[in-house]
């Protein structure tokens, strides 16, 4: 009779423990979400501080910080006051066993069925007993915590893998730079297509230059050539072959990039430069900052090429965007994008970095996004882009000849400029 007693308990005890995990659970879920927004809330204010101060929105971001920071802190002491419920609860109702077991056990010992001894070692079965499932109850806030942070992990885990290679890897090695972009269709999302049936036959050494208005999609085509994203139709062929036929690795190291977004990393000058390469000569670097105009700035630097790059050290816009070509020039692939290169830069600078790069393209397939229509004038094929598809090709007097949109576009960019 008194174990049937203590297990009476047991049901009790489980179903106290179901009932609060149902209802604090969401509270859990809810405190997970509103902390990953709050950190990012921090995160993205911190690191462009200097916009919500120009544009006097400090007050504004704290109030959104306390929003967010209100919503954090009732979703978390409601999952705390539920969980932290547990454990009296569960002492509670072992207490009941024990209640249960000491009547019970006078009863028999006063009808001389068992001794009183014998209820003292029942007791301390119980005891025995009901510790696992204290102890359980004593850590349900942190499998709680666990399980909702697991769950907005597994929702990462479970997003669909790139496929890597469609078929036998293809090697790189032998690979001249013809680049053919056949009936190309592509959307980020299905029922909104950027690039439309876009074909082009690109011959090893041309640069090429792809002009047009703001969306035309004219960074998505680099996206796509570089396996960023995969075509929705159609393909890309390096050399006759599928670019989904090479790895990404191995794909990737065949371009040198320059994008229109510079990215430097917190370390010396020099590794900055030589980033991702091994063994680089001294004065392969030296000849690269020399050709992009930013040798003798180096040099000016408390430790010359072995000045790390931090807050103490402030590089303007155009001296970032120098960095990167250098560091495309060292990394010597045999294709290079430039999206934008000259972008940051001041016009005479720009002149110093156009010559580097017309010496660095040669021999290379380049592709080139410019706004700037002056600096693609030598270009041996433009592509005129608009909603995705190509309305003009041809060399810069050609489209001039022809006095379509690309002419109009230089035109009025002359006029600006005079």
């Avoid at 049937?4 to 509270?27: D, E, F, H, N, R």
């Avoid at 090429?208 to 062929?237: E, H, Q, S, W």
């Avoid at 190291?253 to 010396?268: H, K, N, P």
């Avoid at 010597?332 to 994008?337: C, E, F, G, Q, S």
Wanted: proline share 2%.
């Amino acid at each position: 009779p008194m174990t049937i007693a203590v297990l009476l308990t047991l049901p009790l005890s489980m179903g106290l423990i179901g009932l609060i995990m149902s209802k604090s659970q969401p509270y859990f879920k809810a405190q997970q979400k509103h902390l990953g927004e709050l950190n990012g809330q921090v995160e993205e204010i911190y690191s462009g501080h200097n916009i919500v101060k120009a544009f006097n929105k400090e007050e504004s971001v704290i109030e959104e910080f306390k929003d967010i920071n209100g919503k954090l802190y009732n979703s978390a002491w409601k999952s705390q006051f539920f969980s932290g419920a547990m454990m009296p609860l569960m002492q509670f109702v072992g207490n009941l066993g024990y209640v249960a077991v000491s009547i019970l056990g006078g009863y028999l010992a006063i009808k001389k069925t068992i001794e009183v001894g014998q209820i003292q070692s029942f007791l301390q079965y119980v005891r025995n007993f009901s510790q696992p499932i204290t102890q359980l109850a004593q850590v349900g806030n942190m499998m709680q915590t666990t399980a909702a942070s697991a769950e907005r992990v597994f929702e990462f885990l479970e997003e669909e893998e790139e496929v890597e290679v469609e078929k036998d890897v293809v090697p790189v090695d032998t690979l001249a730079g013809n680049v053919t972009f056949e009936h190309v269709n592509f959307g980020y999302n299905e029922d909104q297509t950027i690039i439309n049936d876009f074909s082009v036959n690109v011959k090893e050494g041309q640069k090429v230059a792809i002009v047009g208005p703001t969306g035309a999609g004219k960074t998505t085509l680099i996206k796509l050539l570089m396996r960023f994203y995969d075509v929705n139709g159609g393909c890309i062929k390096v050399d006759g072959h599928d670019i989904r036929e090479f790895k990404r690795s191995d794909l990737r190291e065949m371009f040198g990039m320059v994008l229109q977004d510079t990215w430097l990393f917190e370390g010396t000058v020099r590794e900055n430069l030589v980033y991702s390469q091994e063994n680089v000569p001294e004065e392969k670097i030296e000849q690269a900052c020399k050709a992009v105009g930013l040798h003798r700035f180096i040099r000016s630097l408390p430790k010359g090429y072995d000045t790390v790059l931090n807050d103490q050290v402030n590089l303007s816009q155009g001296q970032k965007q120098q960095l990167t070509i250098a560091r495309a020039m060292i990394a010597d692939r045999p294709m290079l994008i430039l999206d934008e290169a000259t972008s940051s830069v001041d016009t005479r600078t720009e002149l110093i970095i156009q010559r580097a790069m017309d010496e660095l393209m040669k021999g290379r397939t380049s592709f080139v996004i410019a706004h700037r229509l002056s600096t693609i004038k030598n270009a041996d094929l433009i592509l005129v882009l608009k909603d995705g598809e190509i309305i003009e090709s041809g060399t810069h007097e050609e489209l001039l000849a022809k006095k379509g949109f690309y002419a109009d576009l230089y035109n009025s960019q002359f006029e600006q400029a005079s």
